[in-house]
C-alpha cells in the first residue's frame, strides 16, 4: 500500500473525526451565547472578526482576541474592539475591552450536562453611553461585571447550551469598584461582608446601587451532524432589573430604555480540528429604535 495515501488517511481521520470530539463539543462561543469554553493548560486561542452593525447609523467593529488556558479547568481571554462609524457623518474610536474569566465546573447525568462559572469585566476603554451619543449602540464606555452560569446539554449530534447572568453596571458619576471593602484591619470590610452586603449602605451590593443593573438569558442549539461544517441558531434577551428615574433611563441601549430579543443563526467550517473560519448573522425580533437592528460578520479562530 501506498504509505503517502496511508498517511492522509491517518491524518484525516484525527483532524475530522476526533477533532469533534476533542475541541467542538466542549468549546467555541457564539455571538450571543457563551459556551463551555474551557481551553487545555497552557494552549492560546487567538480570534479575529469582522462585523457590522445597523442601527442609527451603519457601524463596523473590528475585534481581536487572545485567550490562555491557565489549568485544564480555567481559561482567561481578553479581547479589544475598534470601531468605524461608515455613514453619517465617518469616524473611528477604539472600543471597549472585556476580560474573560472562566471556570469549568463539572458534569452530571452520565456527563451529558456539564457547567461552569463566567465572569467577564468591561474595561470602559470606549466612548463612554452616557457622554458621547455618536457611539452608544456600539461602546457602552462604562464598568460593567458580568457574572453568571453556562450549561451545556448533549445528545448524539446536537448540543445545547443555556446562559443565565446578572450584569451589574455603573451609573453616571459613580466610582464603581469602590463598594468593595477589603482592608483587612478595617471593620466596614467585615460588616458590609467585603462589599457583598446589599444592606449596608455604599457597598458594592447595596441594594440602591442595583437599580441600574439588568440580566440576561442566552440559549443556543448547535450540530456537527455534517462537520467540517457546524451550524447552530440561537436566541438573546435582555431586562433591567429595576427602573430608575434619571434622564438616563431614556438612551436607546441595553440596560436602559431598550430590552433587546436577538435572534441569531451561523455557520463554521473548520480547517482544521482547531481553527475554523465564522459566518453569522443576527436581527432584533422586538420593537426597533435607535439600537441595534441586525449584525453580520465574518470570525477566524485558532487554538494552538
Given at each position: ?6 498517511h ?24 450571543l ?16 472578526g ?31 474592539e ?14 471597549d ?86 482592608k ?78 436577538f ?42
Amino acid at each position: 500500500m501506498n504509505h503517502s495515501f496511508l498517511h492522509a488517511v491517518v491524518g484525516w481521520f484525527f483532524v475530522h473525526v476526533l477533532g469533534i470530539l476533542i475541541f467542538i463539543s466542549p468549546v467555541y462561543p457564539s455571538p450571543l451565547t457563551e459556551t463551555i469554553h474551557t481551553l487545555q493548560e497552557n494552549a492560546f486561542e487567538f480570534s479575529t472578526g469582522i462585523s457590522y452593525v445597523g442601527a442609527n447609523a451603519l457601524f463596523r467593529k473590528e475585534q481581536v482576541s487572545l485567550g490562555f488556558g491557565v489549568r485544564d479547568d480555567f481559561s482567561i481571554m481578553y479581547s479589544i474592539e475598534y470601531l468605524h462609524r461608515e455613514n453619517e457623518g465617518s469616524g473611528s474610536a477604539v472600543g471597549d475591552s472585556l476580560l474573560k474569566i472562566w471556570y469549568y465546573a463539572g458534569e452530571f447525568a452520565q456527563d451529558r450536562v456539564c457547567w461552569g462559572i463566567l465572569g467577564i469585566i468591561r474595561i470602559p476603554t470606549g466612548p463612554s453611553l452616557y457622554a458621547n451619543e455618536r457611539w452608544q449602540p456600539v461602546s457602552s464606555g462604562i464598568h460593567e461585571l458580568k457574572i453568571g452560569s453556562v450549561f451545556q446539554a448533549s445528545l448524539l449530534s446536537t448540543f445545547l447550551h443555556v446562559n443565565l447572568f446578572y450584569i451589574f453596571r455603573q451609573a453616571e458619576g459613580e466610582n464603581f469598584y469602590d463598594g468593595f471593602k477589603i482592608k483587612p484591619f478595617a471593620r466596614e470590610s467585615y460588616t458590609s461582608v467585603l462589599g457583598c452586603n446589599p444592606w449596608h449602605e455604599g457597598a458594592f451590593a447595596d441594594k440602591n446601587r442595583l437599580k441600574n443593573d439588568y440580566a440576561s438569558a442566552a440559549i443556543s442549539i448547535l450540530t456537527d451532524r455534517c462537520f467540517p461544517f457546524i451550524f447552530y441558531t440561537e436566541l438573546y434577551y435582555s431586562h433591567r432589573v429595576a427602573r430608575r428615574s434619571t434622564e438616563n433611563d431614556a438612551i436607546a441601549v441595553e440596560g436602559a430604555r431598550a430590552n433587546p430579543l436577538f435572534l441569531g443563526t451561523g455557520i463554521r467550517y473548520f480547517i482544521s480540528c482547531a481553527t475554523y473560519l465564522a459566518l453569522y448573522g443576527i436581527v432584533r425580533a422586538d420593537s426597533h429604535d435607535a439600537y441595534i437592528r441586525w449584525i453580520a460578520g465574518i470570525a477566524v479562530s485558532a487554538v494552538f
